[in-house]
């Protein structure tokens, strides 16, 4: 028990729940953005994977880092580009759409990184986002290390925490989004564009998607792995439920869910002997579900999730 | 300006043949990849070709790989037909193929004709436990299926993991985690000297037979389609919800079992954490491919199947990389949806003319 | 007269598949003017309105718009924008309001630029509040509309329009949802915005509140505009005859013998899913072959009660007897088996599978019988042969009994519905809302069809918001408001409204 309070009382131990939060800070904000606007987007989990061998191969084919940012950024849009066309002027099943561009996002990135790289054995590294040392804050007690052991990428999802909630809750954009999420025909009957608004959501939120997935080539590790996402693209669509689509929510679900990661990597190393390592790798997924049926029946998802509209249909 | 207006009925010919389209479109566009990996187009495609239908072993090949697709995709099929997002079949595959190993590498040492069976059923049970679980989640505390049976597949192959590496472990097995060998009786023959073809090919045409069957043809089919239609008017309607929803997810992760049991007790012979590329993944792409009707996932694993055989050996030839199978499936999968969405609607589009005389 | 004119529709003309909603419709609108747009379901209301808003694109016509210093332009077609810039404001039938936004959201939306950063509530509360005052309309500001009253949120509806500065109004059935009194307080709201100058086309079916409050009618039957007239020169009889084409007779109900109770509830409680959508300890008693009228302003507990009887919800408390029998599990099928026949409200959601087909559609709620399978497979012959003599029967028309129920008409998806619910002979039916939406020669029928089941002994219980409907169909009326019944005799319209509203009379 001791061990435990040591744990959570270390400042290495916040420094790693921050670290391994960040991927799922974009990845939930990418999600409620998109679902906020009335559309499910399982492209998710593909454009993670997408995102990380873009922002990867960026920088390994001469760009900057933020220039490869950028690229990944942008190519998680063209991702949640095609996702709209499919599901909201096409209206056709979110579910399917979704779970195709999965399928194709990937597979696409993992052609396109073996094709790039026929032969090489061990994947080729990167110089990836460094630590931001700053000067006096760095070296305050506790926040220093917490705060400023981390790369510039957590510091934009941290941002894109209040941008999101700023555009949400103090724009016109964003109040003309969650209205298209909850009934698109009161866009409509103002003259604003249903399909406009909900596919400019679903791109901006897979640009963060894919942003999550820069996050893990360029920051938290310095190379592109197969199957290195690893489910945290279904995690983030279950922590989206139990944030109930509030940007604020999702940041504190990511990090308690970092926070429980980090934890149980230590645990390990306390208790390894006595438990499988295997339950310490399933946590995090046991721990989705169970956030999942906490949440799923007190959650209030946006009223026009999932159903398709279509002009002069009413 | 551009509409979009409702067609009245499906033609036949449209529901079978937007598939078929589909499909070959999305071997064309494949040709954008390969030249883009640098390879010779026609020389590739033929490569693929004669990978698939160039000898009677490859064709057999293609059957193997076609068996689980046909399990996974009826899987798919089945729970889609009623609206229950069963997305963990890769999971529940493997919990078929633990149950396969569990059983069948030596704890009944019986004769073939008691053992096979035995294995079969507790594939099956395992499978549909596998899915009755978020089912039940679903039922009962309405967190999203597709979400709950995602993350399931990966806790299953955690889990697989530690089955390997433990209680399931070979001893003689050097080390690899890998099962100890399913007894030889307790292995599903096979169909043809020589070939790897196993009965579970035979077991899964017959399970897309009766499925398709009782889909048409059942009260039982009957209120499942009902309830995946509209699920209010059904409830209505007074037929049991819930009880249907559990019914078609035990026989969905059944279905997802049986490709598990196939895979160990019909064509490796042990479980290793590497069975399978991605076929619960697949089965979707073929359901969706076979427009959710069982005798469809027939043809569409066949097509699946040829895809990646011929993609394999092709990628062999021509050292392109083998994802590009994953890429045509992903693809067709796209066009297919497109295609259904050409089949229900249709585009109009025409100039606008404000204020016409 | 002329130089008061501020909207001219010329000629316009609209298709939709085969059908022709609207047929070179022409039609003027002045200043202050309150016009009432009048006509059967289906005769092109709201086709043309839609087409006045820029949601549809006419195939041929064309709109003029006069502008504040009265010079006419063309309108762009097919553009709401451009009908809003033009200062045409339109309050759909269904509300069109994001129920997670609070009302000064609501009205805000699409009214600034989406490029603005940072929005001006405060300034747009004070003039909504100025239109508030003005107007007689208010409602509160800051709570989600998903919980404002059918009345507060059309309110909000027109404060929507009037914030945008129209000049003119349209509204699509305004006084569907409303208690009389309600409705007649929208009325005197309207005519005041009239008097200042606002132009206003109310689409509507009521003649008794048409009569009362426009200045003038149009008509429209088929798809044309059959006539106009000024409000004064008009009578109820010549009204309905323009609309019809030619008389109908509306089923005449006559005095019914009654027979032994078949429904019992008592100190029935159910909670649903608003707050006042919910059933308060209730009692009630239906006898065979009476026609009982619940009447009120929906979101009172009808949900509950029809959830009830349905089996679709169950009670927290109290006893359900039906035909002196309790009923001790209440679900779908049970009800089904105990002999209650169900008209759902929503006849595409509860009602029909769309997807599949006529005749699969009217066994669903018997395909475990005898009649229709054995060992578990369907018997293909005899579904065929049943939903072909109930097509014949209940004059269901469509193309056919293999299609999709969905290709079917409202009115012929509703006669598929009776069909199946009247061939089991049930002795109780709950009819919710069992004419919404269809024109008056179905509307009739469905009338006649419960009356003929009144005479042959069911009960009857008929939820309806028209009160118009309840007034001619029902023998005895119960008025339901925040989930408790008033029994009452009169069939005065100003008392059961107060009692709508929960005034006692």
Same mark, same amino acid.
């Given at each position: 028990?001791?061990?435990?309070?040591?744990?959570?009382?270390s400042?290495?131990?916040?420094?790693?729940?921050?670290?391994?939060?960040?991927?799922?800070?974009?990845?939930?904000?990418?999600?409620?953005?998109? +679902?906020?606007?009335? *559309?499910?987007?399982?492209?998710? +989990?593909?454009?993670?994977?997408?995102?990380?061998? *873009?922002?990867?191969?960026?920088?390994?084919?001469?760009?900057?880092?933020?220039?490869?940012?950028?690229?990944?950024?942008?190519?998680?849009?063209?991702?949640?580009?095609?996702?709209?066309?499919?599901?909201?002027?096409?209206?056709?099943?979110?579910? *399917?759409?979704?779970?195709?561009?999965?399928?194709?996002?990937?597979?696409?990135?993992y052609?396109?990184?073996?094709?790039?790289?026929?032969?090489?054995?061990?994947?080729?590294?990167?110089?990836?986002?460094?630590?931001?040392?700053?000067?006096?804050?760095?070296?305050l007690?506790?926040?220093?290390?917490?705060?400023?052991?981390?790369t510039?990428?957590?510091?934009?999802?941290?941002?894109?925490?209040f941008?999101v909630?700023?555009?949400?809750?103090?724009?016109?954009?964003?109040?003309?989004?969650?209205?298209?999420?909850?009934?698109?025909?009161s866009?409509?009957?103002?003259?604003?564009?249903?399909?406009?608004?909900?596919i400019?959501?679903?791109?901006?939120?897979?640009?963060?998607?894919?942003?999550?997935?820069?996050?893990?080539?360029?920051?938290?590790?310095?190379?592109?792995?197969?199957g290195?996402?690893?489910?945290?693209?279904?995690?983030?669509?279950?922590?989206?439920?139990?944030?109930?689509?509030?940007?604020?929510?999702?940041?504190?679900?990511?990090?308690?869910?970092?926070?429980?990661?980090?934890?149980?990597?230590?645990?390990?190393?306390?208790?390894?002997?006595?438990?499988?390592?295997?339950?310490?790798?399933?946590?995090?997924?046991?721990?989705?579900?169970?956030?999942?049926?906490?949440?799923?029946?007190?959650? +209030?998802?946006?009223?026009?999730?999932?159903?398709?509209?279509?002009?002069?249909?009413? | 300006?551009?509409?979009?207006?409702?067609?009245?009925?499906?033609?036949?010919?449209?529901?079978?043949?937007?598939?078929?389209?589909s499909?070959?479109?999305?071997?064309?566009?494949?040709?954008?990849?390969?030249?883009?990996?640098?390879?010779?187009?026609?020389?590739?495609?033929?490569?693929?070709?004669?990978?698939?239908?160039?000898?009677?072993?490859?064709?057999?090949e !293609?059957?193997?790989?076609?068996?689980?697709?046909?399990?996974?995709?009826?899987?798919?099929?089945?729970?889609?037909?009623?609206?229950?997002?069963?997305?963990?079949?890769?999971?529940?595959?493997y919990?078929?193929?633990?149950?396969?190993?569990?059983?069948?590498?030596?704890?009944?040492?019986?004769?073939?004709?008691?053992?096979?069976?035995?294995?079969?059923?507790?594939?099956?049970?395992?499978?549909?436990?596998?899915?009755?679980?978020?089912?039940?989640?679903?039922?009962?505390?309405?967190?999203?299926?597709?979400?709950?049976?995602?993350?399931?597949?990966?806790?299953?192959?955690?889990?697989?993991?530690?089955?390997?590496?433990?209680?399931?472990?070979?001893?003689?097995?050097?080390?690899?985690?890998?099962?100890?060998p399913?007894?030889?009786?307790?292995?599903?023959?096979?169909? !043809?000297?020589?070939?790897?073809?196993?009965?579970?090919?035979?077991?899964?045409?017959?399970?897309?037979?009766?499925?398709?069957?009782?889909?048409?043809?059942?009260?039982?089919?009957?209120?499942?389609?009902?309830?995946?239609?509209?699920?209010?008017?059904?409830?209505?309607?007074?037929?049991?919800?819930?009880?249907?929803?559990?019914?078609?997810?035990?026989?969905s992760?059944?279905?997802?079992?049986?490709?598990?049991?196939?895979?160990?007790?019909?064509?490796?012979g042990?479980?290793?954490?590497?069975?399978?590329?991605?076929?619960?993944?697949?089965?979707?792409?073929?359901?969706?491919?076979?427009?959710?009707?069982?005798?469809?996932?027939?043809?569409?694993?066949?097509?699946?199947?040829?895809?990646?055989?011929?993609?394999d050996?092709?990628?062999?030839?021509?050292g392109?990389s083998?994802?590009?199978?994953?890429?045509?499936?992903?693809?067709?999968?796209?066009?297919?949806?497109?295609?259904?969405f050409?089949?229900?609607?249709?585009?109009?589009?025409?100039?606008s003319?404000?204020?016409?005389? | 007269?002329?130089?008061?004119?501020v909207?001219?529709?010329?000629?316009?003309?609209?298709t939709?598949?085969?059908?022709?909603?609207?047929?070179?419709?022409?039609?003027?609108?002045?200043?202050?003017?309150?016009l009432?747009?009048?006509?059967?379901?289906?005769?092109?209301?709201?086709?043309?309105?839609?087409?006045?808003?820029?949601?549809?694109?006419?195939?041929?016509?064309?709109?003029?718009?006069a502008?504040?210093?009265?010079h006419?332009?063309?309108?762009?077609?097919?553009?709401?924008?451009?009908?809003?810039?033009?200062?045409?404001?339109?309050?759909?039938?269904?509300?069109t309001?994001?129920?997670?936004? $609070?009302?000064?959201?609501?009205?805000?939306?699409?009214?600034?630029?989406?490029?603005?950063?940072?929005?001006?509530?405060?300034?747009?509360?004070?003039?909504i509040?100025?239109?508030?005052?003005?107007s007689?309309?208010?409602?509160?500001?800051?709570?989600?509309?998903?919980?404002?009253?059918?009345?507060?949120?059309?309110?909000?509806e027109?404060?929507?329009?009037?914030?945008?500065?129209?000049?003119?109004?349209?509204?699509?059935?305004?006084?569907?949802v409303?208690?009389?009194q309600?409705?007649?307080?929208?009325?005197?709201? @309207?005519?005041?915005?009239?008097?200042?100058?606002?132009?206003?086309i109310? @689409?509507?079916?009521?003649?008794r509140?048409?009569?009362?409050?426009?200045?003038?009618?149009?008509?429209?039957?088929?798809?044309?505009?059959?006539?106009?007239?000024?409000?004064?020169?008009? $009578?109820?009889?010549k009204?309905?005859?323009?609309?019809?084409?030619?008389?109908?007779?509306?089923?005449?109900?006559?005095?019914?013998?009654?027979?032994?109770?078949?429904?019992?509830?008592?100190?029935?409680?159910?909670?649903?899913?608003?707050?006042?959508?919910?059933?308060?300890?209730v009692?009630?008693?239906?006898?065979?072959?009476?026609?009982?009228?619940?009447?009120?302003?929906?979101?009172?507990?009808?949900?509950?009660?029809?959830?009830?009887?349905?089996?679709?919800?169950?009670?927290?408390?109290?006893?359900?007897?039906?035909?002196?029998?309790?009923?001790?599990?209440? $679900?779908?099928?049970?009800?089904?088996?105990?002999?209650?026949?169900?008209?759902?409200?929503?006849?595409?959601?509860d009602?029909?599978?769309?997807?599949?087909?006529?005749?699969?559609?009217? @066994?669903?709620?018997?395909?475990?019988?005898?009649?229709?399978?054995?060992?578990?497979?369907?018997?293909?012959?005899?579904?065929?042969?049943?939903?072909?003599?109930?097509?014949?029967?209940?004059?269901?028309?469509?193309?056919?009994?293999?299609?999709?129920?969905?290709?079917?008409?409202?009115?012929?998806?509703?006669?598929?519905?009776?069909?199946?619910?009247?061939?089991?002979?049930?002795l109780?039916?709950?009819?919710?809302?069992?004419?919404?939406?269809?024109?008056?020669?179905?509307?009739?029928?469905?009338?006649r069809?419960?009356?003929?089941?009144?005479?042959?002994?069911?009960?009857i219980?008929?939820?309806?918001?028209?009160?118009?409907?309840?007034?001619?169909l029902?023998?005895?009326?119960?008025?339901?408001?925040?989930?408790?019944?008033?029994e009452?005799?009169?069939? $005065?319209?100003?008392?059961?409204?107060?009692?709508?509203?929960?005034?006692?009379?």
């Amino acid at each position: 028990m001791f061990d435990i309070l040591q744990i959570l009382l270390s400042e290495s131990f916040w420094s790693a729940s921050l670290r391994i939060a960040t991927p799922l800070i974009f990845g939930v904000l990418g999600a409620l953005l998109c +679902e906020k606007s009335g *559309v499910l987007n399982l492209g998710i +989990e593909g454009i993670f994977v997408a995102g990380a061998m *873009v922002g990867w191969m960026a920088v390994w084919l001469g760009a900057g880092l933020w220039g490869a940012v950028l690229a990944a950024a942008l190519a998680g849009a063209l991702f949640g580009l095609l996702h709209g066309i499919l599901t909201v002027p096409l209206g056709l099943s979110q579910h *399917v759409s979704g779970l195709a561009i999965t399928l194709f996002a990937s597979s696409l990135s993992y052609f396109s990184y073996r094709t790039a790289l026929p032969t090489v054995s061990s994947p080729p590294r990167i110089g990836p986002f460094q630590p931001l040392d700053i000067p006096i804050l760095s070296d305050l007690p506790f926040i220093g290390p917490v705060l400023f052991q981390q790369t510039a990428l957590t510091f934009l999802a941290l941002f894109c925490v209040f941008l999101v909630w700023y555009v949400l809750n103090k724009t016109a954009l964003g109040v003309a989004i969650k209205a298209v999420g909850d009934n698109p025909n009161s866009v409509d009957a103002q003259g604003l564009s249903v399909y406009g608004l909900r596919i400019g959501a679903v791109m901006a939120g897979s640009a963060l998607m894919a942003l999550g997935g820069a996050f893990l080539t360029m920051s938290a590790f310095d190379a592109f792995f197969f199957g290195m996402v690893n489910g945290r693209g279904w995690i983030c669509i279950a922590l989206v439920i139990f944030a109930s689509w509030r940007p604020g929510k999702a940041l504190l679900g990511a990090i308690l869910f970092g926070a429980f990661d980090a934890l149980q990597v230590r645990l390990q190393t306390e208790v390894g002997a006595f438990v499988p390592s295997q339950v310490f790798l399933a946590a995090p997924y046991i721990l989705s579900i169970f956030a999942l049926v906490i949440a799923a029946r007190r959650a +209030e998802y946006p009223r026009a999730l999932l159903t398709p509209w279509f002009k002069g249909q009413r | 300006m551009i509409r979009i207006e409702a067609r009245g009925s499906q033609s036949l010919a449209w529901k079978i043949g937007l598939p078929i389209i589909s499909a070959i479109l999305a071997l064309i566009l494949a040709a954008i990849p390969l030249t883009l990996a640098g390879a010779p187009i026609l020389d590739s495609y033929a490569q693929m070709f004669s990978g698939v239908f160039g000898s009677k072993f490859a064709f057999s090949e !293609m059957l193997t790989r076609a068996t689980p697709l046909i399990f996974t995709g009826l899987a798919a099929a089945l729970a889609f037909r009623g609206k229950l997002w069963n997305i963990g079949a890769e999971g529940q595959l493997y919990l078929g193929a633990m149950a396969a190993a569990a059983i069948g590498t030596g704890v009944f040492d019986v004769s073939g004709m008691i053992l096979i069976p035995t294995i079969i059923l507790f594939g099956c049970a395992a499978g549909a436990f596998g899915m009755i679980v978020p089912a039940t989640l679903k039922i009962r505390f309405g967190a999203d299926e597709v979400v709950t049976t995602l993350l399931l597949n990966f806790i299953i192959i955690i889990f697989l993991q530690y089955m390997l590496e433990g209680p399931l472990k070979d001893p003689m097995g050097l080390g690899w985690p890998q099962s100890s060998p399913i007894l030889d009786q307790g292995m599903l023959p096979k169909v !043809m000297d020589r070939m790897r073809i196993h009965y579970g090919l035979i077991i899964a045409l017959l399970c897309a037979a009766f499925a398709q069957f009782m889909l048409v043809r059942s009260v039982w089919g009957f209120k499942l389609r009902a309830v995946g239609e509209n699920m209010n008017a059904a409830r209505h309607a007074g037929i049991p919800v819930n009880r249907s929803l559990l019914m078609v997810a035990a026989l969905s992760g059944a279905l997802a079992g049986l490709a598990g049991v196939s895979e160990v007790a019909g064509l490796k012979g042990y479980l290793t954490a590497d069975l399978s590329p991605g076929f619960g993944y697949t089965g979707i792409v073929v359901a969706m491919l076979a427009g959710l009707s069982p005798a469809g996932v027939v043809i569409a694993a066949l097509f699946i199947a040829s895809v990646f055989v011929g993609a394999d050996s092709m990628s062999r030839a021509m050292g392109v990389s083998s994802y590009l199978a994953d890429l045509v499936v992903a693809t067709a999968l796209l066009c297919v949806l497109l295609g259904g969405f050409l089949s229900r609607y249709k585009i109009i589009t025409g100039v606008s003319q404000s204020g016409g005389k | 007269m002329n130089s008061n004119k501020v909207l001219s529709l010329k000629n316009l003309s609209k298709t939709f598949g085969s059908v022709k909603a609207n047929e070179n419709v022409s039609l003027d609108l002045h200043r202050g003017e309150i016009l009432a747009l009048l006509g059967e379901n289906g005769a092109g209301k709201t086709t043309l309105m839609n087409m006045l808003f820029g949601h549809y694109m006419p195939d041929s016509g064309r709109i003029e718009v006069a502008d504040d210093a009265g010079h006419f332009s063309d309108l762009v077609l097919g553009h709401p924008q451009a009908a809003i810039a033009a200062g045409i404001g339109m309050v759909h039938q269904h509300f069109t309001l994001a129920e997670n936004l $609070d009302a000064v959201d609501n009205i805000m939306l699409g009214a600034e630029p989406l490029t603005r950063m940072r929005r001006n509530r405060h300034e747009a509360e004070k003039k909504i509040n100025a239109l508030m005052e003005n107007s007689g309309l208010s409602t509160p500001l800051d709570v989600p509309a998903g919980r404002l009253t059918v009345g507060e949120r059309q309110r909000v509806e027109i404060l929507k329009a009037l914030y945008r500065n129209v000049r003119i109004l349209v509204l699509d059935e305004p006084t569907a949802v409303l208690t009389p009194q309600e409705a007649d307080t929208l009325f005197e709201n @309207i005519a005041t915005m009239a008097a200042e100058g606002l132009a206003v086309i109310f @689409i509507s079916h009521k003649l008794r509140e048409v009569l009362a409050f426009s200045h003038r009618i149009a008509v429209l039957r088929l798809g044309k505009n059959v006539g106009e007239m000024a409000t004064s020169e008009a $009578d109820e009889q010549k009204i309905a005859r323009m609309m019809v084409g030619s008389e109908t007779s509306l089923p005449i109900r006559q005095a019914a013998t009654t027979g032994a109770p078949v429904l019992h509830l008592e100190a029935l409680s159910v909670v649903g899913r608003g707050r006042r959508d919910s059933l308060k300890a209730v009692n009630l008693t239906v006898l065979g072959g009476e026609i009982l009228g619940i009447a009120g302003v929906s979101g009172n507990g009808q949900a509950a009660l029809a959830g009830v009887l349905s089996g679709m919800m169950t009670p927290e408390a109290g006893k359900i007897i039906l035909n002196n029998e309790e009923v001790s599990q209440i $679900d779908p099928a049970q009800m089904i088996a105990k002999g209650v026949g169900r008209i759902p409200e929503d006849r595409h959601r509860d009602g029909i599978i769309g997807s599949m087909s006529v005749a699969e559609n009217m @066994i669903i709620e018997g395909v475990d019988g005898h009649r229709f399978q054995k060992n578990g497979l369907l018997k293909r012959e005899n579904i065929t042969e049943h939903a072909k003599a109930l097509s014949v029967e209940y004059d269901v028309r469509g193309p056919g009994i293999a299609a999709p129920a969905q290709l079917l008409s409202g009115g012929n998806i509703q006669k598929l519905i009776l069909a199946r619910v009247f061939d089991k002979k049930p002795l109780l039916i709950l009819a919710n809302q069992p004419t919404r939406g269809l024109d008056m020669g179905a509307a009739a029928d469905v009338a006649r069809r419960l009356i003929e089941a009144r005479s042959r002994g069911a009960g009857i219980v008929l939820i309806s918001e028209d009160l118009d409907e309840i007034l001619r169909l029902a023998d005895r009326i119960l008025v339901i408001h925040d989930g408790e019944f008033a029994e009452t005799h009169t069939r $005065d319209r100003a008392e059961l409204g107060l009692l709508m509203a929960g005034q006692a009379a």
